[in-house]
């Protein structure tokens, strides 16, 4: 995996017209921010503040209509959406493979370097076992692991994530939220993560940036106990996280001057 660039925003703006009203509508506003190379932030806010819309900003699926930003390209980048969108004939194997495939046209990828990259991408989501099986054999939570593992086989050094455990079940949840925190600390990629949960932007995240009405609200830095092995859930510092960011989303948008 290559190092991460940092990434910029200075000033982004995004509008776009309804089609059936003609009305312009402020996706984004104003956004600064810098996200570090290898660091984990989370965005968090209400449905509708601009999250996903930010996201793909910065995936390179969206143009902003206002300001700059770091110019990333599509190959450092790996997207992981809501839904885990595999193809219900191919297996487990096939659809991690499947984007190394396509990308082969460019890159060159011999068939041993793809089979390398797709086995090392289920091992690190514990999906080894089940390279064979089809997604209908799947559980929900093993499913977003493949789209995990989809994405992770590019090896991207940004790591994009658009509320990817929102419809599975606590257990669930939190055995991925663990599961992604551990890759995370051994891989190093920049992750950003939208999530509507504060308790899961304070587990996950080193930091939180909270969103309203399309504007960067305010910034929540999550301290962890130095060398700590224990259940940080438990830890007094995640709990004095998830209070920061409650007051955060309670309080009254801030507005353009």
């Not at 110019?71 to 004939?89: K, M, N, Y």
């Not at 990828?109 to 080894?128: K, N, P, Y």
């Not at 920049?190 to 909270?210: D, K, N």
């Not at 910034?219 to 955060?248: D, M, T, W, Y």
Request: glycine residues 6%; hydrophobic residues 45%; aromatic residues 6%.
């Amino acid at each position: 995996m290559t190092r991460a660039p940092d990434l910029a925003l200075h000033n982004i703006g995004l509008t776009y017209r309804q089609p059936r009203s003609g009305e312009d509508v402020t996706a984004l506003r104003d956004i600064t921010a810098r996200f570090a190379a290898g660091s984990f932030t989370a965005l968090v806010g209400p449905s509708g503040c601009g999250k996903s819309s930010l996201l793909r900003l910065l995936a390179g699926l969206l143009p902003p209509t206002q300001g700059d930003m770091s110019a990333v390209t599509q190959s450092d980048i790996g997207f992981v959406f809501q839904e885990p969108t595999l193809l219900a004939w191919r297996s487990v194997f096939d659809n991690v493979a499947l984007p190394l495939k396509i990308a082969n046209r460019k890159s060159g990828f011999s068939r041993a370097e793809i089979d390398t990259r797709v086995i090392e991408a289920l091992t690190w989501v514990g999906l080894e076992a089940r390279a064979k099986a089809l997604p209908r054999e799947l559980s929900g939570g093993m499913k977003m692991r493949v789209s995990l593992a989809r994405a992770l086989a590019k090896r991207p050094p940004i790591l994009l994530m658009d509320e990817p455990f929102a419809a599975l079940d606590e257990l669930t949840r939190f055995r991925l939220d663990d599961d992604l925190r551990t890759i995370w600390q051994q891989q190093k990629p920049t992750i950003i993560f939208v999530t509507h949960s504060v308790t899961e932007a304070a587990y996950l995240a080193e930091r939180a940036l909270v969103m309203r009405e399309g504007a960067l609200q305010s910034e929540v830095v999550i301290e962890r106990p130095k060398n700590s092995q224990g259940n940080f859930r438990a830890a007094p510092e995640f709990h004095a996280a998830c209070a920061a960011l409650g007051e955060a989303l309670a309080a009254p948008p801030a507005r353009a001057s």
